[in-house]
Nanobody, 122 residues
Framework: QVQLVESGGGLVQAGGSLRLSCAASGRTFRSYAMGWFRQAPGKEREFVARISWSGGNTYYADSVKGRFTISRDNAKNTVNLQMNSLKPEDTAVYYC???????????????WGQGTQVTVSS
C-alpha cells in the first residue's frame, strides 16, 4: 500500500515557476514508477510526466516538455515536479500517481494522491 500526498500548489503569474512535491508512505515506494497528471475544469485528466523507479528514465507530455522537470528521491520517498515558464493553460488540479508499470501514461495507476491546485494568471 502506498499513500501519496501532494503539496506546493498555488497561484502564480504567467511566466512564473512552482515546485510540486509528492510525499509517499510505504517501504515499497522505490519499486514504483511515479507520475504527475492534471485535470483542468471541464476536461479529462491528462498525463504530464513520469519517472522510472530508479529515476534514470523520464518522459513528458509534449505540452510541458522543456518547461517541466520531474525528479525523485527514493531515500526521502518523494517525487517533485519543477514547473517553469508557466502558462494560463497549465491551470489545473495536479495529481501524483504511482504505478508498478513504468508506462504510467498508458495504464491506470495503482495509487493516486488527492491533488493540489495550480492556478496561472495571465
Amino acid at each position: 500500500q502506498v499513500q501519496l500526498v501532494e503539496s506546493g500548489g498555488g497561484l502564480v503569474q504567467a511566466g512564473g515557476s512552482l515546485r510540486l512535491s509528492c510525499a509517499a508512505s510505504g517501504r515499497t515506494f522505490r519499486s514504483y514508477a511515479m507520475g504527475w497528471f492534471r485535470q483542468a475544469p471541464g476536461k479529462e485528466r491528462e498525463f504530464v510526466a513520469r519517472i522510472s523507479w530508479s529515476g534514470g528514465n523520464t518522459y513528458y507530455a509534449d505540452s510541458v516538455k522543456g518547461r517541466f522537470t520531474i525528479s525523485r528521491d527514493n531515500a526521502k520517498n518523494t517525487v517533485n515536479l519543477q514547473m517553469n515558464s508557466l502558462k494560463p493553460e497549465d491551470t489545473a488540479v495536479y495529481y501524483c500517481a504511482a504505478s508498478a508499470d513504468t508506462r504510467i501514461e498508458l495504464v491506470v495507476p495503482d495509487y493516486w494522491g488527492q491533488g493540489t491546485q495550480v492556478t496561472v494568471s495571465s
